[in-house]
């Protein structure tokens, strides 16, 4: 499975550094980075240090760039920023980098194999023309993965009601319900 591969290669922080009062060192594991499908390049580092009130969201982008994770409304409403921890889809602007302490986390980076072939729910999206802009997708895919591990056999409304805190500007949505479906199923079958 894709997600046993990333956890894998990531490695989870073992050192927690101080460095004063004003800042404190936060261990996140770093997520597995596959910044092209050709390139397949993983990138780990052991600690790193962030302020106390830094966003996970932007400790992803600013400080590991890791920028396929996005910022659309930093209020927790419409999932741009939606990132794993621990296998669970969570929106990265809602909590800080500091309470991923030792977690696992999966960004949109880690989701296709080293060699570069799709997660089946990427594939799915692409299929199914689930986007348009794209800005909305790397949050739409993280959640989907989850909720389709969950769901295996969802219907087309439970998959709706599972874009509820997920927004997109461009689709209308008929179509990212058709790929999470697609997806879904692709999944199930171990593809
Ligand atoms: S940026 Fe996090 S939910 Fe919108
Ligand atoms: S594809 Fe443009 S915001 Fe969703």
Redesign the pocket.
């Known amino acids: 499975m894709v997600a046993k591969s990333v956890a894998a290669v990531a490695r989870r922080a073992a050192v927690v550094r101080r460095a004063g009062a004003a800042r404190r060192a936060a261990a996140v594991a770093q997520p597995a980075a596959v910044a092209q499908p050709a390139a397949a390049a993983v990138v780990a580092q052991p600690a790193a240090e962030v302020e106390e009130r830094t966003l996970l969201v932007t400790f992803l982008r600013e400080t590991l760039r890791l920028t396929g994770t996005h910022v659309g409304c930093d209020t927790a409403q419409c999932g741009a920023c939606t990132v794993h921890l621990n296998g669970r889809a969570v929106k990265s602007c809602s909590m800080l980098a500091m309470q991923a302490e030792g977690a696992d986390i999966m960004t949109i980076e880690g989701v296709a194999k080293p060699d570069g072939t799709l997660h089946p729910m990427q594939a799915a999206f692409k299929e199914n023309h689930g986007?348009?802009?794209?800005?909305?997708?790397p949050g739409m895919v993280i959640n989907a993965i989850d909720f389709a591990k969950r769901h295996p056999d969802a219907s087309e409304q439970e998959v709706r009601e599972s874009l509820e805190g997920n927004l997109?500007?461009?689709?209308g949505y008929h179509n990212i319900v058709k790929s999470i479906i697609a997806g879904s199923k692709a999944m199930a079958a171990g593809k």
Do not use: A, E, S
């Open positions: 986007l348009q802009c794209g800005f909305c997708t997109c500007r461009c689709t």
